[in-house]
């Protein structure tokens, strides 16, 4: 009910129409525009014998006597015509010789004929009403038909009456009595959709003429008689601006009756009907659809109604009246526009308050200007933004709030040829300008402008933002793109586009270009007693030396952990840059770092590159110092290397190596050999530790010391100890149900701690195999040890718990050693064969071998010596106290069948002699 205004105005407005007549005016139009989109041919059945101009000019007089009338109608009746019609007035007598010839000829007929009644308005005679009929004695011999018609208001003839009553006798008409139509009340739409050409249509005096072949033309047709002769005056308006003759409109009103297309137009009520409709349907969607989705809506209605009224003529003798409702969709159509127009303009007036509320609370500034750059409107944000009042600025150039410096940015100059585009073409344009705030200060500026044109001319919009803030973090997170945060070096990114900038320009400038790659030694020493914190704190302080021993003639950067590369530039680097090395180890190794109160010593190694003498890019570049800097670790600490080509064939050595060991652990060929480890007291057979080999198809058997590197540091290691671990394990086993029980010794690799689960893997290992735990000694090292994290000790309390032994392989050799037997679970320690193989009394491998035996008592440890070699070396260490030895004493490492026949076989006649002579009892 909202809008029922607007439904009582499209009311209104069919209304309106419908009373000044416009729905008769749309109805014929559209009955009119029927017919001819409905043509279709006449039947053939109703011929007209035309009065015409010729005929006329042959007889030479007019009116005709009715002698040639005559002569016509006995010719028509010989030819077998079914039916003869006169539109011609035959109630005045003529001579009676002519008029007693045509009474003879009706006679002869015999009743077929139809002569024409007809009541006219004399004008002359006060409107008096005269009714002309047949004479009588024409009258006894023929019927009477009503041929009088009525145009519509517009001069248009569409109807045809049925039927007329004259002097109180009700006559049927011409074509209702011709076609054999019913009589009715009322009238009919002729069809004139029925192709007036196609009504065949014979010369009066052709037919008078006429032979045999024409006469057949007329058999049982039904024929009238009328002029067509436009000096007669017979002339009738009908429908899409036709003039035709009143005996050719009796033919078409015949056929109509013939063909069963009496047009019949619907009643009112439907299209009143459908105009409700229409009313309904738009109050319920008036505002749920745009107005113009209702106009397409109402012109698709009108349209498949129109399609609908076309299909109904096409098929019926019924025209739809459509006129009604195309009038209300019409309304409907101008109502929706202008009720749009009213939509619009309370939406801009809504729009406008909006603005207003929107403009004055936005953050940014919003400035308006015309064309000659008077500030026209300002906000509370450009206020906050500048610092000046919208009083002070309206009606001042906006150019005043930018900086026109011609030494910083020039806005005026960035901002005419904007301005120049957004008066061709509207849109915005963005712009990168500097403000100034009324304290003078200048700040980054992001400025949107955009025009539109009004009554006034062109008008300009500005949003303008303060992004000093977002410069700011921009800048920052572009520092942080290219610098490391720890030491404020340039980092990787940055060093790689430092390469390339300087490699892309030297060729031209012919110079060299010097990379240095420095790794701290030990760092991560450093991070596991003290702590990362200081592990950071003395990265700052190796950059920090870094960049004092450089100077600003090189580029420092740190590339990742303690990794950190030197770039020099210039021509002939090669002396410098290892004057540089040299001058940085010096440093390192003279002037220690001070770190938690105390002075550190870092150490580290250096590998150089040079292009373009060692590559041809900066990735070649940096591979090759990387190279170097390893050869220089593998040569010891506080080294530094200069790339050489051969490096490349080393890595392409350990490439192909890694891939023959891939092999070798499919294939299998690798192979365990165990060395006999015996009691020192009485040489007795205790255990074997389980030392790997390589049987190799070409080679033969490679030693560990040529593969093992290479296995430890790659992802086969995992593999490998693995299959050492279950091997050793099945041996053990084996031996054991053979009634040999040996400690088995095994070496285990720091990716077993780092990976999976060791712990599990050792219990799947005792379970398949049938080693009892006891005869199971796990040997670490203290590279293992070193990752003293809370999961590592849980890995070895889990193996103490399976009752497995942990052995400290390599003791003596590392670096605070001490500090790992109260912090793991150990139950032996392996003094390392460097501290014995010399051994000798009063010597310092003896005090610290005698130190070590002593430690292990007080800890409750047991203690073996590696490499014994010589039965004196085998006494003085049972004098020190070692309870266990192994070395080539007793024993080198040995196959499984050779370890057998050596060692175990020997059960049969109890003890084995030694290499000097000792004996070595079998296993208990």
Not at 112 to 136: A, E, H, W
Not at 251 to 265: D, P
Not at 430 to 457: K, M, N, Y
Not at 834 to 840: D, K, T
């Amino acid at each position: 009910m909202r809008h029922i205004g607007t439904h009582l105005l499209a009311l209104a407005t069919v209304l309106s129409l419908v009373a000044v007549g416009g729905d008769r005016v749309v109805r014929d139009a559209i009955v009119d525009t029927r017919f001819e989109l409905l043509s279709r041919p006449a039947s053939g059945d109703v011929v007209v014998v035309a009065i015409d101009s010729p005929s006329i000019n042959r007889l030479g007089v007019w009116p005709w006597p009715r002698t040639v009338h005559a002569d016509l109608l006995e010719k028509l009746d010989r030819a077998g015509a079914a039916g003869i019609a006169f539109d011609i007035d035959f109630s005045s007598p003529s001579k009676p010789t002519d008029d007693h010839a045509f009474e003879a000829a009706l006679r002869a007929v015999g009743g077929s004929t139809i002569l024409p009644s007809f009541k006219q308005m004399v004008r002359t005679d006060g409107n008096k009403l005269y009714v002309d009929r047949p004479l009588p004695q024409f009258g006894q011999w023929s019927w009477t038909a009503s041929v009088n018609i009525e145009a519509d208001v517009d001069g248009v003839l569409r109807r045809y009456r049925r039927g007329d009553v004259i002097d109180g006798v009700v006559l049927p008409s011409l074509a209702t009595l011709l076609g054999g139509g019913k009589m009715a009340p009322g009238s009919f739409l002729i069809d004139f959709g029925i192709s007036r050409g196609s009504v065949p249509t014979l010369s009066y005096h052709d037919v008078l003429d006429g032979g045999d072949a024409l006469f057949s033309s007329l058999k049982d047709k039904k024929v009238i008689v009328g002029a067509t002769a436009v000096e007669l005056g017979d002339r009738i308006q009908v429908p899409n601006g036709q003039i035709i003759p009143g005996a050719l409109l009796q033919a078409l009103a015949t056929e109509s009756v013939l063909q069963g297309r009496t047009l019949q137009a619907t009643a009112p009520a439907i299209g009143i009907a459908g105009a409700v409709a229409i009313a309904i349907l738009m109050a319920a969607l008036w505002r749920k659809r745009s107005g113009a989705w209702r106009a397409a809506l109402l012109v698709a209605i009108s349209f498949l109604a129109e399609l609908g009224a076309v299909l109904l003529q096409a098929n019926t003798p019924v025209v739809a009246d459509t006129s009604l409702l195309h009038f209300t969709v019409l309304a409907y159509i101008v109502v929706a526009a202008l009720d749009e127009l009213d939509l619009r303009r309370r939406l801009q007036t809504a729009a406008d308050r909006r603005f207003q509320q929107v403009a004055m609370a936005l953050g940014d500034g919003l400035v308006f200007y015309d064309r000659r750059g008077m500030i026209t409107f300002w906000n509370p944000g450009a206020e906050a933004i500048f610092t000046y009042r919208a009083t002070d600025m309206v009606g001042t150039p906006f150019a005043t709030i930018l900086v026109d410096d011609p030494s910083r940015q020039a806005p005026r100059q960035a901002m005419r040829p904007a301005l120049s585009e957004l008066l061709e073409r509207s849109g915005s344009k963005t712009l990168e300008l500097e403000g100034r705030r009324s304290d003078g200060t200048v700040f980054p500026l992001d400025a949107c402008i955009s025009s539109w044109t009004d009554a006034d001319g062109p008008q300009f919009a500005a949003i303008l933002r303060d992004v000093s803030e977002r410069k700011r973090r921009t800048e920052r997170i572009l520092y942080l793109a290219r610098h490391d945060t720890l030491t404020g070096l340039p980092n990787r990114n940055a060093l790689y586009e430092e390469l390339k900038q300087a490699i892309r320009g030297a060729p031209s400038h012919k110079r060299e270009i010097a990379l240095l790659m420095l790794d701290l030694d030990r760092f991560k020493d450093v991070n596991d007693t003290l702590g990362h914190r200081y592990g950071d704190e003395l990265l700052v302080q190796v950059a920090a030396r870094l960049r004092e021993i450089v100077g600003p003639e090189g580029f420092v950067a740190r590339m990742s952990g303690d990794e950190f590369t030197i770039v020099l530039i210039g021509a002939d680097l090669a002396e410098d840059a290892e004057q540089l090395s040299k001058r940085i180890l010096t440093s390192f190794k003279t002037w220690p770092f001070l770190l938690a109160g105390e002075s550190i010593r870092i150490e580290t190694s250096i590998g150089m590159s040079i292009y373009p003498r060692d590559c041809d890019d900066q990735d070649e570049l940096l591979a090759n110092a990387d190279l170097a800097m390893y050869k220089a670790k593998s040569s010891g600490h506080n080294k530094h290397a200069v790339f050489d080509p051969s490096l490349k064939l080393d890595l392409e050595s350990r490439r192909l190596l890694l891939a023959e060991l891939d092999r070798a652990l499919v294939q299998g060929e690798f192979e365990l050999f165990y060395q006999p480890q015996v009691r020192l007291a009485d040489g007795l057979l205790i255990g074997a530790e389980a030392l790997i080999r390589w049987r190799h198809p070409v080679r033969g058997i490679i030693s560990p010391g040529v593969f093992m590197p290479t296995v430890n540091t790659n992802v086969i290691g995992e593999k490998v100890a693995a299959w050492v671990l279950t091997t050793a394990c099945r041996q053990g086993g084996i031996w054991e149900e053979r009634g040999q029980k040996l400690k088995i010794g095994v070496n285990l690799s720091p990716s077993q701690f780092k990976t999976g689960d060791l712990a599990a893997s050792v219990m799947v290992a005792l379970a398949d195999s049938g080693l009892s735990p006891e005869h199971l000694e796990l040997e670490v090292t203290e590279n293992i040890l070193l990752d003293d994290d809370d999961r590592t000790i849980e890995t070895f309390q889990r193996l103490r718990n399976l009752g497995v032994g942990i052995a400290f392989d390599d003791f003596g050799t590392g670096y605070a050693s001490l500090s790992y037997l109260k912090k793991f679970p150990l139950t032996r320690l392996k003094i390392d064969q460097s501290f014995v193989r010399a051994l000798a009394p009063g010597t310092v491998d003896a005090g610290i071998v005698e130190y070590t035996i002593r430690l292990s008592r007080l800890m409750q440890l047991d203690v073996i010596a590696e490499g014994i070699e010589t039965q004196a070396t085998a006494d003085l260490l049972h004098a020190m106290g070692c309870e266990n030895g192994q070395g080539y004493l007793f024993g080198r490492p040995l196959s499984v069948p050779e370890f057998e026949h050596a060692f175990l076989a020997a059960a049969k006649c109890g003890r084995r002699k030694t290499g000097n002579g000792s004996l070595v009892p079998d296993a208990a």
